[in-house]
């Protein structure tokens, strides 16, 4: 946005260093506050939730000869198979949980470019949020862009690649990914006890990865990025 005649006046008047490094603190400090509002909302749901949820998903993860909850979480998504997989870590390895449907994703396979585009991103990105009172019933929001795709972006020349990704509830998403009321209860509950700190997720552009070809018409990098996804799922032990 373009700054007002008015600029000068107010760089003019800037608070003196001091002033400053207060400003900054406070900001901080406000911060930290939404930060354990946010945190004790969704502990609050996910208690209200655990009677209905976590008998389920602690059958599945004693199936697996996995302690719940997990040190570590990998929700791995193949968009042309519209299926997200449940991976925890065992020892040093990730083992399969279980899966669920995809059930509303826009776009088709290739990278997520800009905003308005429709895409799904595919990369490794880290959850960066919860949100209980979602307009799609519950949502984990997605680390989208990651270092890589700003670094693409910049090299492209694309000011706006676009952002707010987020897995939620409900059976439709215009570039998320919709996998139904009941799938993000368990996986919002996970979240809480795992810890947002502990998860991964790793969007794919479908099952297997392994000489998979990048669609027509997608940027020259889009071979590096599936050889970097190839190579993350092998280093977890889910090639």
């Given at each position: 946005m373009r700054e007002g005649p008015g600029r000068a006046t107010i760089e003019q008047g800037r608070p003196p260093l001091l002033g400053r490094s207060v400003l900054l603190a406070a900001a901080v400090a406000v911060c930290a506050l939404s930060c354990a509002s946010e945190l004790q909302r969704a502990r609050r749901a996910?208690?209200?939730?655990?009677?209905?949820?976590?008998?389920?998903?602690?059958?599945?993860?004693?199936?697996?000869?996995?302690?719940y909850p997990p040190g570590?979480?990998?929700?791995?998504?193949?968009?042309?198979?519209?299926?997200?997989?449940?991976?925890?870590?065992?020892?040093?390895?990730?083992?399969?949980?279980k899966s669920y449907s995809i059930l509303g994703a826009s776009g088709v396979q290739g990278p997520k470019l800009r905003e308005g585009d429709r895409q799904v991103p595919e990369g490794v990105y880290p959850v960066t949020g919860l949100n209980p009172d979602s307009t799609y019933h519950m949502s984990l929001a997605i680390g989208y862009p990651n270092d890589f795709d700003l670094a693409m972006a910049a090299r492209d020349g694309r000011a706006d690649p676009g952002g707010d990704i987020h897995i939620h509830g409900g059976d439709y998403s215009v570039g998320c990914l919709a996998?139904?009321?009941?799938?993000?209860?368990?996986?919002?509950?996970?979240?809480?006890?795992?810890?947002?700190?502990?998860?991964r997720v790793i969007i794919a552009p479908g099952a297997p990865m392994n000489g998979y070809t990048p669609p027509a018409g997608s940027p020259r990098w889009t071979a590096d990025l599936y050889r970097s996804i190839r190579a993350e799922m092998a280093r977890l032990g889910v090639d």
């Open positions: 996910a208690a209200g939730l655990s009677a209905k949820v976590e008998p389920a998903i602690k059958e599945a993860f004693r199936g697996a000869g996995v302690e570590r979480v990998l929700l791995l998504a193949f968009k042309k198979e519209k299926r997200l997989e449940l991976h925890a870590l065992r020892g040093e390895r990730f083992v399969f949980i996998v139904g009321d009941a799938a993000v209860e368990e996986l919002f509950v996970l979240a809480v006890r795992a810890g947002t700190e502990n998860m």
